[in-house]
């Protein structure tokens, strides 16, 4: 299994899963333009792609979906609150309503929803795996719960969101209202959340850890290092996924 970002951040995100034959897409925040450039990078073409997976209806997430799965006939997998957040605009009959407590398979993976804290109407994050290796999707979360510890724990990758420095927040050009929601309970994981979170995952298989999400404002990737270089990560290599090109595949052995 291998796994890339195709970009990440709040002007969007879109993930990239392969597994044999099986190509996964998690989330959408991008045009149709940006994301086959963004696909065509790491040799991909949109034809290729199995399925869209949903984490929430925000726009960072969702922005190019509707046309993309129209387009090339790609079903898309989201929850129910997720689907009445959003208004369909395109015949829906490739959107299928999945139990946000129940896995799915999809091709060669088999996907576990996590129902996650955030400021959507019914969000998910996902863990696949190949029946070899565990792969844990995990941003946009407000705080982590016992059920996050346990289900992203043993993962071989994690893609985890770092998203802003507390002191770099508080000290930020976001309005007071942002600030509020950003570092609340329902917002999304400061690094030093994310770092928590870290010690508290079992980590012993874990080969590639990829950092996202992170704010151009009030983050700074040699903060997020120096924080991580006080967590026993072993021999995991650590790579951060930006706005404008993502990363590179990422492979899981
Ligand atoms: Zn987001
Ligand atoms: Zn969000």
């Known amino acids: 299994m291998r796994f890339a970002s195709l970009g990440s951040g709040s002007k969007g995100n879109s993930t990239i899963i392969e597994a044999g034959s099986t190509v996964v897409l998690v989330d959408c925040g991008f045009g149709i333009r940006s994301l086959t450039t963004r696909l065509l990078a790491r040799n991909v073409v949109p034809e290729q792609i199995t399925a869209i997976l949903i984490t929430h209806e925000h726009s960072d997430h969702w922005k190019g979906v509707e046309v993309l799965s129209a387009k090339f006939n ?21 959107f299928h309503i999945i139990d946000s407590h129940t896995d799915f398979v999809v091709g ?14 019914e969000p998910v994050q996902y863990v696949f795996t190949d029946g070899m290796v565990r792969l844990g999707i995990l941003t ?34 976001y309005p007071r209202f942002l600030k509020d929601r950003v570092s609340g309970l329902f917002g999304h994981l400061s690094n030093r ?10 980590l012993s298989y874990l080969q590639r850890l ?10 700074d990737t040699n903060i997020i290092s120096e924080l991580l270089s006080t967590a026993d990560l072993g021999g995991t290599a650590i790579t951060f996924a930006d706005q404008d090109v993502g990363s590179d595949w990422q492979e899981l052995g």
């Open 74 to 94: 790609i079903p898309v997998y989201l929850s129910a609150g997720c689907f009445k957040a959003r208004n369909i605009s395109v015949d829906s009959k490739n």
């Open 108 to 121: 060669d993976l088999n996907v576990t929803p996590v129902p996650v804290p955030h400021d959507a109407r």
């Open 140 to 173: 946009d979360l407000g705080h982590y719960t016992p059920h996050v510890i346990s289900v992203y724990s043993q993962c071989h990758g994690l893609l985890l969101e770092a998203n802003y420095d507390e002191e770099m927040l508080a000290m930020g050009p």
């Open 193 to 202: 959340q994310a770092l928590d979170l870290l010690k508290k995952l079992d």
């Open 210 to 219: 990829l950092l996202g999400h992170i704010s151009d404002k009030n983050n």
